[in-house]
């Protein structure tokens, strides 16, 4: 779907025009959904609770003629999604107790020097049960960093928290996953 015909679609704001476009969006939104969320139940309480705010801001923005509604539409998705892990305090607040090898240049790309695992080889529901069962706040800046391609900078706004606790939950949730897609690989239940 073009970006005009999205826009239209949304300008409109009609009940069938709104399950058409999450008809069109749900795939790629779900997707989202289920790399923040701990589980299945909380994937679609995310995906409906995300859909439903962006969409709202999404319309809001239909005057101003945005050349990206897409863009627009996922982001906000995301944000969204982000803001309701965060609401849920009691999870959100779990601390973890790992800590990541110390190293004088720290590495935040998963992929990078990587012995053990060949990412492009391990199937995507090893790697989703993996992200899932970090605590929130890593699961949740890796998703925003590495997989949605936000900065620190950003993320931490999101996230409204320091830089530094961005970079140490990151290394934190790298090495975590790692040792989670680890175990999966070798028949260990996660």
């Known amino acids: ?29 779900a997707g989202i959904a289920m790399r923040y969320a701990k589980d299945n139940t ?17 319309y809001h923005f239909r005057n101003q003629k945005k050349s990206e509604p897409e863009k627009i539409l996922i982001e906000e998705f995301i944000i969204a999604s982000v803001e309701f892990i965060k609401s849920i305090r009691s999870e959100y607040y779990v601390s973890s107790t790992v800590y990541a090898i110390d190293k004088a240049i ?18 995507i529901e090893t790697i989703i049960k993996a992200l899932q069962i970090l605590v929130p706040s890593q699961r949740l800046i890796f998703n925003l960093h590495v997989i949605d391609g936000f900065s620190i900078q950003e ?10 606790t961005i970079k140490s939950n990151l290394e934190k949730a790298r090495f975590n996953l790692q040792k989670n897609i680890e175990k999966k690989l070798k028949g260990i239940t996660i």
């Open 155 to 164: 993320s931490a706004f999101i996230l409204e928290t320091s830089e530094e």
């Open 106 to 123: 720290k590495n935040y790309d998963l992929f990078e020097n990587n012995d053990l695992i060949d990412f492009n080889k391990t199937d």
């Open 42 to 58: 909380q994937a679609d309480l995310v995906f409906h609770s995300a859909f439903e705010r962006a969409y709202n801001k999404l």
């Open 1 to 29: 779907m073009s970006p005009n015909e999205l826009s239209d679609l949304i300008q409109k704001n009609d009940k069938t025009l709104i399950q058409q476009v999450f008809e069109l969006y749900y795939g790629k939104l």
